[in-house]
């Protein structure tokens, strides 16, 4: 089993909650084949990572890892099983690479951990895992504390303890918990302050984020079940202009996305960050059925995002907001007029958005100035004249300057375009997918990696999966190609 394990490198996490003396080095508890089972059952919740010596990843990992181990101490323990010495253990939970995380319920494997894994992410997700699926308020001293968090909370008002409705949202508070806080009260009294009446399910959002632009507590009027919360939460519960985090970037990326970065810090300042974000409701409050969703991040969590995708400084744009905008397609554009604190640049942003005023920004490289090699320079201000061109059949080669199989590829590449150079049908192209943006259509999650797009088919790139020797080349465009081709100045039959 080790000497499988081995070969397969692995990213999850498992989360295992328990308590129990067990000597470790540091905060991480160290356990093994021997005592695994009974110090596991002893615990609620507990974090177990699985690794390996040798693992880089897991080394990667272990200083955060212990670093959140501390920080958690009496609320969630976190552990450790080296797999070379207990692969016994390693199996019985299907790890097959690492580090693998999982979390445990008295000693059950209850899930895979998916969170963050910096040490403040690991914190923030295991804090939500530790103690019941959903708390129990009994005052309503209970209800203010539990609802004044840095996150929103789902809070149910049930009429007793055998309630049909509690026992669902239960049921969907432990299968929603790692995502989201859960609470319920059986005294129904605790709620008259927001309307309650009758059994409810009520959304508080984040006070940080309380605005007069939206409601801040949003009832749920269907019958609880597990999917009806889940979408009543999942359409609800960022409002109107969120605070984009790294931590819930994947969620709100997939829509078309107005971002405007700041020194944003709701610990530290909490007013001064919610003084941009106002007038950035104020004016999105005005778009806000046109589809545009919007958010307000802290431009330094995403100094890197911001220089790679849209060529950003870290001093560009002072104190004031820097707006970007990115579709789910994949198009983004960027403010370029300073963010006036009356919102009318803003306003006249969106406005040209919506017109179809606004140039796209792509990075790309310059265009080059000569450009008669055999093999085509693409970069992405040039992309549509030279591999959109209607008249052409192009074969494009999408490559990192560091890439060793590029390398190795480029006399063979450079030779295909020699022997195609007569051909006025066919164009070898290749453009450095690092220093410039892909468009959409054309899926690069490796180096190299190589489309054809045929002349009246432009619309439908395919992949190059073949060999990579000229006469292979040659071969596939034979069979592809929308004319015969010509080579080395022959013309080829089929």
Known sequence: MASFLSLVP?????????????????????????????????????????????????????????????????????????CTASPDTCGRFG???????????????????????????????MKKQAGPNSVTLRREADLEAFVNNFDASVVGFFSGPDSAQLA????????????????????????????????????????????????????????????????????????????????????????DLLTAYYDLDYLRNPKGSNYWRNRVMKVGYQFAS??????????????DELEEEFGLGASDGGDLPFVTIRTRQGFKYTMREEFTRDGKSLERFLEDYFAGRLKRYIKSEPIPEKNKGPVKVVVAESFEEIVNDPEKDVLIEFYAPWCGHC??????????????????????????????????????????????????KKDQPKRYEGPREVKDFIKYLKREASHIPVVSGVREDL
């Open 168 to 255: 669902e949202f239960l049921k969907a508070a432990g299968v929603m918990r790692e995502h989201f806080r859960f609470a319920h009260t059986i005294d129904m009294a605790l709620g008259l302050k927001h309307g309650v009446d009758t059994e409810s399910v009520l959304l508080f959002r984040p006070p940080r984020l309380s605005s007069k632009f939206e409601e801040s507590v949003l009832r749920f009027t269907e019958t609880v079940t597990t999917h009806t919360l889940r979408r009543f939460i999942r359409d609800n519960i960022f409002g109107m202009c969120p605070h984009l985090t790294n931590e819930n970037r994947d969620k709100l990326k997939g829509q």
């Open 407 to 456: 390398k190795s590829l480029e006399p063979k590449y450079k030779e295909l375009a020699e022997q195609l150079y007569s051909d006025p049908n066919i164009v070898i192209a290749k453009m450095d997918a690092t220093a410039n943006d892909v468009p959409q259509g054309f899926d690069v999650q490796g180096f190299p990696t190589i489309y054809f797009a045929r002349a009246d």
């Open 95 to 125: 790890v097959t690479g690492y580090p693998t995380l999982k979390i445990f319920r008295n000693g059950e494997d209850s899930s895979s951990y998916d969170g963050p894994r910096s040490a403040d992410g690991i914190v923030h997700y």
């Open 10 to 82: 692995a990213f999850t996490l498992s989360v295992v909650i328990f308590s129990g003396a067990v000597v470790a080095r540091g905060d991480v508890l160290e356990l093994g084949d021997a005592d695994f089972d009974y110090l596991a059952a002893e615990h609620d919740t507990m974090l177990v990572k699985f690794y390996a010596p040798w693992c880089g990843h897991c080394k990667k990992l272990a200083p955060d890892f212990e670093t959140a181990a501390t920080r958690l101490k009496g609320t969630v323990p976190l552990a450790k099983v080296d």
């Open 290 to 303: 046109q589809g545009l969703s919007f958010a307000v991040a802290n431009r330094g969590d995403f100094v």
